[in-house]
């Protein structure tokens, strides 16, 4: 039997080549086919996977964010409650010009996917061996910023990732026009200080609309983005103007504007919101969350508001501390003897001339923040004197000088302060001091153990903390934890200690402080009579509080002083 096999007829046009070459175009074709076939599986597979992303989540911007106490009780809001939506009419055309010269120089003409920008970025990633370029343009970058947080496939830089975000953004381009992405790329996108959204930050920056900004402005703004911690203008204003510099470059390179412009708009002056005008609070201590709120924003890269806040905050105790204080100034006052005015008038920016005050309460052994009163009256003066009141501690530095001695192995005189710090000097005991929380600055002579030695409330409470908690100092702080709205914890605080004395001396420092029933209180003032301090240690608490005047001045007689100090002591020993 014979066999025999058809024989395949070879097409007229391949009928030149030889074999080899008519083999290798099979094969080349056939490969092209699969490479096709792939290409088309995959982009199925990523515009399955985009499909699922809710497209009107692009418009709908994060709601409040809200702050809570340690107990849940909500205390205040923030950031993302003070974001104003704006439309493309309201945005300049001038800083949507700076914007495509830093950020998408082709955004009018692409489809959502810059695909110059794309194959100059895969070369370089290529050669680099590492994602080093996205080529994201303005509605990428809207994607990632719109799902990026709840989709970790748009968070982590992979291939997977960009061809996601590629789906996505194309699907984004096809159901929004040019002018509404520029929008929603604008009111979503974070510019520091606690700034979410175009419109909030020209306000909080330059106190007015976005509509308003002028052309120096503008491309401040447009700096801003590349890095809203480090340059914000209220942090690092040369960081800003750099920043400023580069976007006006860009846009003379791209023949937006001429060299003659650049000169104008880089020498037309900047006018930030001044300090004391840059907070919408209205409490001492909730603008003193915000400004942590705002730290953690930028060193952790949270960019979304809508944020759940829960601070380290007791409101019962903060509410105690704001009315015990009020009423204990209030009577101190009302006394035949007062001779100082009550709420004064003053001009604008002028110090208030009355008596002023201070307190922090620190948990002991964590630092957490229980509460917290910056001074008398938050709408007549925003200075927070927990942090700025540094004021001669007088009597109350004796337990320091007491740590000081004991841990250098020298013997403590309860109420002799001058000999026990005769033992070790006054540079040692500075040190040691400072080593508690305690920063100064310190008289270098006797004189340093008669009380000169300065602090804030907040310094002393940290003192006082870390001879409570067995001579380890605490970090204060305000936020436990930030989370989403859905509950996804995107931030987590934890206690920071770090040893300053030994347990000996700090026991041995804190027995100085007269026991009152569970609750330790120390009450002293300086010579001069011009400031109280009171130092409470409890059990779970430490608190120090100031009475005295913004600028300096005797308070009034010692009974006086020792009225205040021990109407205190009473009602937060109750």
Known sequence: MSSWRTTRKIPAWQSWMPEWLRTALRWGIWAVVICLVTLLVGAMYFFAEASRFDLAEVARMPARTTIFDRNGKEIGSAGGNNRRLVSRQDIPDFLVKALRAREDARFFEHSGVDVRGLLRATVRNVKDGDFTQGASTLSMQLARNTYGEEHKQLK???????????????????????????????????????????????????????????????????????????FSPFRNFKAAKEQQTQTL????????????????????????????????????????????????????????????????????????????????????????????????????????????????????????????????????????????????????????????????????????????????????????????????????????????????????????????????????????????????????????????????AAKEAASLLENTGSTRVYGGATGSGRDAWLARLGPKGSTAIWVGFDQPQRISSAAQLDQVLSDLATRLGN
């Open 156 to 230: 982590a830089k992979s291939i997977h990732r960009k061809l996601l975000e590629i789906a996505l953004t194309l699907r984004i381009e096809n159901h929004y026009t040019k002018d509404q992405i520029l929008a929603h790329y604008l009111n979503r996108i974070y510019f520091g200080s606690g700034c979410h959204g175009v419109d909030q930050a020209a306000r909080t920056y330059f106190g007015k609309p976005v509509s308003e900004l002028n052309e120096a402005e503008s491309a401040m703004m447009v700096g801003i983005i590349r890095g809203p911690h480090i």
């Open 249 to 504: 470059a860009r846009m003379k390179a791209m023949k937006l504007i001429d060299a003659e412009t650049v000169d104008l708009i880089s020498n037309r002056p900047i006018k930030l919101v001044p300090s004391e005008q840059r907070t919408s609070e209205r409490s001492y201590v909730l603008e003193a969350v915000q400004k942590e709120l705002q730290d953690i924003l930028d060193d952790e890269d949270i960019r979304d508001g809508g944020l759940v806040v829960k601070t380290t905050l007791d409101s019962g105790w903060q509410l105690r501390l704001e009315t015990d204080l009020s009423e204990s100034l209030r009577k101190i006052e009302q006394s035949k003897t007062w001779t100082y005015p009550v709420h004064a008038n003053h001009e604008p920016g002028q110090t208030p001339a009355y008596l002023q005050c201070a307190a922090v309460t620190l948990e002991t052994k964590t630092g957490a923040i229980l509460g917290l009163v910056g001074g008398r009256d938050y709408l007549d003066s925003r200075f927070d004197r927990t942090i700025g009141a540094r004021r001669d501690l007088g009597a109350a530095f004796e337990p320091w000088i007491a740590a000081a001695a004991a841990e250098r192995g020298r013997i403590v005189l309860p109420g002799k302060p001058v000999q026990t710090g005769r033992q070790i000097g006054p540079k040692e005991t500075a040190r040691i001091a400072k080593r508690c929380g305690i920063t100064g600055p310190f008289q270098e002579s006797e004189d340093l153990f008669r009380g000169i030695a300065a602090a804030t409330p907040l310094e002393l409470a940290t003192g006082l903390a870390t001879l409570g908690n067995q001579g380890m100092r605490p970090k204060p702080f305000l936020i436990q934890s930030i989370a989403t709205p859905d509950g996804k914890t995107v931030y987590q605080a934890s206690s920071s200690l770090s040893p300053a004395i030994g347990k000996a």
